[in-house]
């Protein structure tokens, strides 16, 4: 006996997540957990689009898997981690624009890596042909301002471009296609919850690292991560605001926005990324899928960011010396590689889960009005 007899679904992994969402719904010991929980209570029957929804929403923290009665070696078999995170890679896939690139999911550490080392090499080869040398430590007397927003400009405004036509996918099909309003209380309320990482504590307790022991850790290198790109990311902006606008052409001083930005940004970024790499060395291969069906994803992007902080700051710190042609070469491709990759690896769940928590807000808020609100009961451990 494996829990009640259901309709079969698109996929596998849809059917688990609904054979095991049946089964949380009539335990609801979890339910102060985290966003999920009170979301499947919304439901009775589990279509398509609610377990893709479902899957984004869970944040892998683990809490559930550890306090479940029915893990395995329960007959019942119930790993809500580890079925979220199959399907959740799974609707990356589904979702991805143009469709045919889909299959690059399925063995996206090998794509990512790949792709990384064509485009270092490509860069390494055409400095190698082209350069007009790198003596004097500007970046420009390398590869011209022109060359490289005619090289960057084009990837960079087609994954823009793929990652909201699959966005766009993705909300459409998620909870079975129900028009759900944008309200900007529940973006408000989507933004809180992301910029914080509220479901990313297993109730207040912390994340479940590397043991049944709860931490903050993963927590915290995630911060470090995620705001330490947004760092870098606005450091090349105001560089590009500077240039078009101020007719200020790099390099630039230190204490210049592109250099306030950039050192402590990429500082942040190699801190959290090689965190995130060692929790994930170390993490219970349990909140995990199946060893077969793991695509090397998640590895994939950590490592691809920490390439990116570490290449950008070995850049910063050699500009002057001979090294810097080949250190620009090989953080121009790695930053190019990332571009590309995008809308291809694990970059999207960040899209697809703030858009999960803006439908589960405005959802609560519909289920739950003001006048309406009553303790939530149960496991609320905040
Ligand atoms: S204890 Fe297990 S079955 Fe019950 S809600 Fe939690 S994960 Fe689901
Ligand atoms: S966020 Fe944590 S508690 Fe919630 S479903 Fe995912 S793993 Fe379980």
Same mark, same amino acid.
């Given at each position: 006996?494996?829990? @009640?007899?259901? #309709?079969?679904?698109?996929?596998?992994?849809?059917?688990?997540v !609904?054979?095991?969402m049946?089964?949380c719904n009539?335990?609801r010991?979890c339910e102060g957990l985290c966003a999920v929980f009170p979301a499947m209570e919304l439901r009775r029957?589990f279509e398509g689009g609610d377990v893709d929804y479902l899957a984004n929403l869970c944040h892998n923290c683990?809490a559930c898997?550890?306090?479940?009665?029915?893990?395995?070696?329960?007959?019942?078999?119930?790993?809500v981690p =580890? !079925?979220m995170?199959?399907l959740r890679?799974?609707s990356?896939?589904?979702f991805?624009?143009?469709?045919?690139?889909? #299959?690059?999911?399925?063995?996206?550490?090998?794509?990512? !890596?790949?792709?990384?080392?064509? =485009?270092?090499?490509?860069?390494?080869?055409?400095?190698?042909?082209?350069?007009?040398?790198? !003596?004097?430590?500007?970046?420009?007397?390398?590869?011209?301002?022109?060359?490289?927003?005619?090289?960057?400009?084009?990837?960079?405004?087609?994954? &823009?471009?793929?990652?909201?036509?699959?966005l766009?996918?993705f909300w459409r099909h998620a909870d079975g296609g129900n028009a759900v309003p944008v309200t900007a209380a529940a973006l408000w309320r989507a933004m809180k919850d992301a910029t914080t990482l509220r479901y990313l504590d297993g109730g207040?307790?912390?994340?479940?690292?590397?043991?049944?022991?709860?931490?903050?850790?993963?927590?915290?290198?995630?911060?470090?991560?995620?705001?330490?790109?947004?760092?870098?990311?606005?450091?090349?902006?105001?560089?590009?605001?500077?240039?078009? &606008?101020?007719?200020?052409?790099?390099?630039? #001083?230190?204490?210049?926005?592109? $250099?306030?930005?950039?050192?402590?940004? *990429?500082?942040?970024?190699?801190?959290?990324?090689?965190?995130?790499?060692?929790?994930?060395?170390?993490?219970?291969?349990?909140?995990? @899928?199946?060893?077969?069906?793991?695509?090397?994803?998640?590895?994939?992007?950590?490592?691809?960011?920490?390439?990116?902080?570490?290449?950008?700051?070995?850049?910063?710190?050699?500009? *002057?010396?001979?090294?810097?042609?080949?250190? &620009?070469?090989?953080?121009?491709?790695?930053?190019?590689?990332?571009?590309?990759?995008? #809308?291809? *690896? $694990?970059?999207?769940h960040g899209l697809y889960r703030f858009a999960a928590l803006t439908r589960h807000a405005h959802e609560q808020a519909a289920a739950h009005p003001p006048?309406a609100a009553?303790?939530v009961?149960g496991?609320d451990?905040r």
């Amino acid at each position: 006996m494996t829990g @009640p007899d259901l #309709p079969t679904l698109a996929t596998a992994a849809q059917d688990e997540v !609904a054979r095991q969402m049946q089964i949380c719904n009539a335990c609801r010991y979890c339910e102060g957990l985290c966003a999920v929980f009170p979301a499947m209570e919304l439901r009775r029957v589990f279509e398509g689009g609610d377990v893709d929804y479902l899957a984004n929403l869970c944040h892998n923290c683990g809490a559930c898997h550890y306090d479940c009665q029915y893990a395995p070696p329960h007959p019942f078999a119930v790993n809500v981690p =580890a !079925a979220m995170a199959e399907l959740r890679e799974e609707s990356y896939a589904r979702f991805a624009w143009p469709g045919f690139m889909a #299959p690059v999911f399925a063995r996206n550490g090998v794509w990512i !890596a790949l792709a990384s080392v064509v =485009a270092v090499a490509a860069f390494i080869l055409g400095f190698a042909l082209w350069s007009g040398g790198g !003596a004097s430590g500007d970046f420009y007397a390398v590869m011209s301002h022109d060359a490289m927003v005619a090289v960057f400009a084009p990837v960079f405004l087609f994954s &823009l471009l793929a990652l909201a036509l699959s966005l766009v996918r993705f909300w459409r099909h998620a909870d079975g296609g129900n028009a759900v309003p944008v309200t900007a209380a529940a973006l408000w309320r989507a933004m809180k919850d992301a910029t914080t990482l509220r479901y990313l504590d297993g109730g207040g307790m912390g994340c479940m690292t590397e043991s049944e022991r709860p931490d903050r850790q993963r927590r915290t290198f995630h911060h470090l991560t995620f705001y330490g790109f947004l760092l870098c990311f606005a450091s090349t902006s105001s560089g590009t605001v500077l240039h078009y &606008l101020f007719d200020w052409a790099a390099p630039y #001083p230190w204490w210049a926005p592109p $250099k306030l930005l950039g050192v402590p940004g *990429g500082v942040m970024l190699v801190v959290g990324a090689a965190g995130l790499i060692r929790s994930d060395l170390r993490r219970d291969p349990a909140l995990r @899928p199946d060893p077969a069906r793991r695509s090397g994803m998640g590895a994939a992007f950590t490592w691809t960011l920490l390439g990116l902080g570490a290449t950008g700051l070995a850049l910063y710190a050699l500009r *002057g010396t001979p090294a810097m042609e080949l250190l &620009l070469a090989v953080h121009l491709g790695v930053v190019f590689a990332f571009f590309l990759t995008m #809308p291809y *690896g $694990k970059f999207v769940h960040g899209l697809y889960r703030f858009a999960a928590l803006t439908r589960h807000a405005h959802e609560q808020a519909a289920a739950h009005p003001p006048e309406a609100a009553a303790p939530v009961e149960g496991r609320d451990r905040r």
